[in-house]
Structure formats: C-alpha cells, structure tokens
C-alpha cells in the first residue's frame, strides 16, 4: 500500500531528553513538511522539505530539527530547548509543484511530556 | 496573503439532518480552497478542492462545497448527516503561487452527530 508510515504512535519525553519521530513515505513524492497540531488551534508548520538535503523552517521551528538524506524519509527531532512539546505530530508528503498541490498526512504521533 | 476562518469551533447536529460547516477566506486573488477531515488520533484526509473549475465542488461521503466570490465563502454541506461523520474538518487555502505547498488551515470545526 502506498501511504505514509509515522512511527511511534505514542512518544513520551524527559525532561531535557532530545526524542525523535519517523516519517517515511514511499508514494515517490519530492515534498515533505512536519505540523503541529494543538486543540483550537488547527495546524502549524515546523519545517518543509522540497527536496532531498535541502529544507526550510515554518512558523514554529524553534526547539525542533529535522534532516533529508533520504527521499522517502524526513525525520523529526525535539529538542530539549522546545519547552512545550506536548502536542500531536503530523507529517505530510506532496509531489511539491502547483498551486492545486495535495498534501497527503500520516496517522500523527502524539508526544507527551513525564 | 491568503486566510481562511471558519465561523464555527463546534457544530452538533443529529443523524439524518444536513450539515453546514462555514469557511469564508480572504485572498487578492481567486484561490484554490480545500476541505480536509480529520478522524479523531487520524491524520487528514482531503475531502474536496475548489480549483477555479466548477463553482459547485463534490466530495467523498457525500460532501460538497460551493465557492461563492462574492461572499468570499467555501461553506461544507451534507444532506443528512450520518455517525461516521464525527470528526474535526478544516478549510485550507493553499499559497498563491511559488512551488511550495505551505497551507494555510483554518481552525478547525468539530462536528458532533448524536442519535
């Protein structure tokens, strides 16, 4: 089945403890882009990638990292300066050309705080 | 710059009666306009696209949509509702030009379907 995979479903980070969260895709597409989603407050941009080693920061990168070595992967790393990182964490792929360009989303992993 | 509001945070409504989700955006230009769903622990998952074709958009499960310029609304309907329809739907607008697809979503409005 062609999708995207986020791993794990559920996170759970200490304090001053970097986590990470996996995003693959093997729908071939060249963009992908983390959100964050918080209760009424829909969903915000962290990082986007376009393409392979190359991505740009969103509205809310501070306190996240990411990397794109691969096509088909584009990890998410917390780090211990994001002071409030409980929330539920969407990846999402597109092919990344066009204004009718139709992000397609992961099932989300939810990180909480210990 | 593009947005997108949608009026309402919370709409409940009981099964077998119609469904009005409201979105009206704000852009200098005519724009594409999406509706996603959301599943409750789901990711999203489009559900229709205006893209300057027809005025009169339709969607999986049922749902459409109708952009209207010049009340600059993309409001979501249903005829009748039913209980897999309980979710969290966001109006989206995607950027106006330029190669990245940054989305700009609405809010979101929860839709409540009781018996």
């Known amino acids: 089945d062609g999708g995207i995979t986020q791993s794990p479903k559920y996170l759970f980070r200490k304090e001053g403890q970097n986590v990470t969260l996996s995003c693959e895709q093997n729908?071939?597409?060249?963009?992908m882009y983390w959100y964050r989603q918080d209760p009424g407050q829909g969903l915000r941009l962290i990082y986007y990638s376009q393409i392979v080693n190359d991505f740009q920061k969103g509205d809310i990168a501070e306190g996240y990292s990411v990397s794109r070595e691969k096509k088909e992967s584009f990890p998410l790393t917390v780090t211990s300066a994001q002071k409030n990182p409980t929330a539920f964490y969407l990846c999402?792929?597109?092919?990344?050309?066009?204004?009718?360009?139709?992000?397609?989303f992961g099932a989300g992993t939810r990180l909480s705080v210990l | 710059a593009q947005s997108v509001t949608q009026l309402d945070s919370h709409v409940s409504v009981s099964e077998g009666t119609p469904v009005l989700l409201r979105c009206n955006y704000s852009s200098s230009y005519s724009p594409s306009l999406f509706w996603y769903v959301q599943h409750p622990n789901k990711g999203l998952q489009l559900l229709l696209k205006?893209?300057?074709?027809?005025?009169l958009v339709k969607g999986i499960n049922g749902f459409e949509a109708e952009f209207k310029k010049s009340e600059t609304s993309f409001h979501l309907t249903k005829p009748s509702a039913h209980m897999s329809d309980a979710a969290e739907y966001f109006c989206?607008?995607?950027?106006?030009?330029?190669?990245?697809?940054?989305?700009?979503f609405g809010t979101g409005t929860r839709l409540q379907v009781t018996l």
């Open positions: 989206v607008v995607p950027p106006g030009s330029g190669t990245a697809s940054k989305l700009t």
């Open positions: 999402a792929s597109s092919i990344g050309r066009g204004r009718e360009d139709i992000q397609y």
């Open positions: 729908l071939n597409h060249d963009a």
């Open positions: 205006y893209t300057s074709a027809a005025t």
